[in-house]
């Protein structure tokens, strides 16, 4: 332009000399026109180019780089579409990604970005300094923006450095990060698995991940985070159906333990105010950290108001809102019950975790029901046993409350028919399965039976029944304890004389019999008092009270307590072959009741068979006769005290029998007996979390006292772990405290008697000690 | 020691083939996608403007 002005000045010049020329009379004064200036740029000038000429090469080159860097990884990732041999393949992958990583391909590739971002910056700062030299106010009002934009990118780049949760980064952030892991000095360190403090890794992505997964206080809060938004983003049945299944193996180990702790602790802080439970914190099997309960020895109120007309199970369990009983309070801790026992969490609508996922199960357990809408049986298989497990799991491992889930018995007995968990059981399958859905039976059996006036009703029949046997003085259940004993003596004898006959047999055929044998056939046996006419007494009336009792345990469990691993059945049926009948003798100590009469009956088919010329008892009939060389001395008294609790007691002791002939079965198949052991102390709390309403109860101490004290008492039977014993031992304190009877005495003179199996006389001192302590605690 | 796998060893290399390219691809992946934002910033810069001016 420049050039065109002084050509223009040049022209003018030249028209002015010719117009001079043409008119003399003027004088004008020629002046040389003045030299053209020599083309100078300003410094600014110079600046503002050499800016935005670097910020075109930069940007330029990035782009030729991006070009260049996209054809390298093309070429890379062509391996794997080239050859199909995997070795082949493999090998030119591992070729590659050396040389790749040998010669920072990575680094080379983040850079080009930041090229881009100087070239912009360049720019930037050229137009700054552009604008800024032609006018103030324009030039600050585009320099005020840049400079923020500036700030804000500095702090970007620096913000993972500082705080590495930090969403915000830009391309030199990774490299900042680079030089500060690489000094050490200033590095970020971090606790690995092993406890050792390590240096983050210097790559940036990794060492993000590592301060992730670090084990930290602020990771268990993240995982808690994470299930509840989990929780709060579930909605639809199937997605809740797969989050059920995933649940029991959410639990395993100490970690995820205390997470789950956690979940549920938050949510009973936001809703303290409803709270009635609150867990008492200590270690799992201290006995000392129960705390007294208030003594409620009246029976609820709803219990008295459930017999309806119809009398079917279904409703005799409580709708939620209603069951404020304790219980359903259940907490894996030790349990403190408050004052306001009646005053429900459940009628508040809460924002706990767990009560929120458990009502969740509900529904998807509802939808079990419903069987013929599943497409498929196993369709709706897959959904029941994720709903038992789910619900075992947050029972036992949450703090969940079973009252919560509604009426699953239904659900769980159908399941349990069809998965036959018994035969599951005995074949030691699917461990984890029948593990969950026992526990869960139990404790839903224990609040059924509990609740349930026709079960009661039914045991006090059989109680009058066995009271009207042979007539007595004193209270109905003394009469009837004596009656038992009675019924009890004469069937020793009777059996005694069976033993007696088996001895000529095992003579006859010259069969080594045992030492043990010998001593006991040595007795001579009394003569039973029924001898030959056995129908002198009423037994067979007690047989069918006794069977109505458990048609209707069984009915109304929806047949579940047929499922449970472990339990004997002893119905109305007849074994006709030798063997059978022995084995089913055997199993008396297994089952939840006995019949008399049948019993006799066994008694004298055996006897008919001992009496056949040509009979040789086969290996396995000796086996079962080794094993019932000691009778069961107090079979009925036994069964009566199980009927008295199950008439006064809630089944507490019923319940807690079951369970523990269950646990042996349980235990006896699985691989190790201790990695569950939080599940079944959790399942035995539950069970036993009322205790508190039937301290009284006579039949449940009696039954409680039995199971420790006998001689054959259950948990001799079985070398039962003592996280369970212990257990079982604070609840026996807990029940004896203040208490006294001649049943206590006797079963502390037995306890007294040195045993000599192996384990057994650890536990019965630790007994003898737990039953003199609450005997001398003041009431 | 010369030698090769044999063909029983290819389920091992396959495994570590389908290792590889899910490594790879979620890292070229990204790398792809900086290398378009870059290449799309500088053509719409540098390109475009002179396009308009000639027009």
Redesign the interface.
Known sequence: MVYYLQQNVALLSQVSQQISFLAPQFAIPTTPPPPFPTFKPSISDVRVNAFWFMA?AF??S??LL??L??QW?RD??YV?QRYSD??K??RI?QYL?EGAEGWHM?VV??S??CL?HISLFLFFVGLGDFVLDINTTVGLSTIVPIGTIGLLYTFTTFAPLLYPQSPYQTSFSGFIWYIIQRSKLFGRRFRDRDGGSKLVSTHMAQGQMQLAMEETEDRKGRDVQAIQWLVENLTEDSEMESFAMAIPGSFNGEWSFEVWTKVSRISQDENKSTDQVEPVSGPLTDIRTYAVPPVVSQPLPHSRTILGPFNSSIRLFMPPAACSSPTNSMTLRPIQYSSKTHHSTSITPSRNVPRELSSRIAHLFRTCKNRPVFASDELWRRRTRACVEATTSLICYADAELNWFGDILEPLGNIGSYEKTRELSLAGMDQSFVMRWTCLSIMTIRRMLSVNESVKKDARTAIECLGELWKGDGPDDEVAERNAQRVDQNLMKEWRHRLTELRWIFYRHQIPMSRKMLDILDERPEASEWGESKDKVDLKSVDSKISNLQGRIDEDSYRISRQLPGIQFNDLCSAHLPAPTLELLCGLTESTFVFPQQILDMFHQLSTHFSSKNYRPTDREREAIEGLLYWQENLLQRQLWRLQDLRDGGALGFAVELFFIVLGQLLSTSSSQDSHSVLYVATFRAIVSDWGQYKYSLGTQKILLDTVASNQGIVHRFNYPTYITDELLALLEHILEGQSGPHIENAVQQLSQPDDRRGVQELRTKALRVISRSRTSPS | MIGDFDGSANALWTLYGKEAESHDKSRIQTLKDDMDGVLIFVCSHFVHPRNRADA
């Open positions: 075109l940007s330029l990035a782009a991006a070009i860097v996209q990884v890379y990732m794997f995997p070795l393949s493999a992958r990604h990575p590739a983040e080009v970005p881009l």
